[in-house]
Nanobody, 116 residues
Framework: QVRLVESGGGLVQAGGSLRLSCAVS????????MGWYRQASGKQRELVAI???????NYADSVKGRFTISRDNAKNMVYLQMNSLKPEDTAVYYC??????????WGKGTPVTVSS
């Protein structure tokens, strides 16, 4: 079992930056990839960024060039650096761990609000 705890969300003005953190604990050896997803009010949850065990990354087109996902294996942490934030980035951001078996584990989410 994997436990994920997000932090770092908050209120920021458009153009500003935030860094989200995800603390990972439990059966870390079983994790295949880590990612960040977001869900805006009234919308479906969507992929923001993902990072594989080898460090390969993939981003949603809407955040490319503005967001950076990274992981610190020594600290069991995953980060999402968000720059040049826009009001449309407002959402609850969730940390995700994809287990080798294909099961997804989720944190409880951290809200991000970008004011115009």
């Amino acid at each position: 079992q994997v436990r994920l705890v997000e932090s770092g969300g908050g209120l920021v003005q458009a153009g500003g930056s935030l860094r989200l953190s995800c603390a990972v604990s439990g059966s870390i050896f079983s994790i295949n990839a880590m990612g960040w997803y977001r869900q805006a009010s009234g919308k479906q949850r969507e992929l923001v960024a993902i990072i594989g065990t080898g460090g390969s990354t993939n981003y949603a087109d809407s955040v490319k060039g503005r967001f950076t996902i990274s992981r610190d294996n020594a600290k069991n942490m995953v980060y999402l650096q968000m720059n040049s934030l826009k009001p449309e980035d407002t959402a609850v951001y969730y940390c995700n761990a994809r287990i080798i078996s294909g099961v997804d584990c989720w944190g409880k989410g951290t809200p991000v609000t970008v004011s115009s």
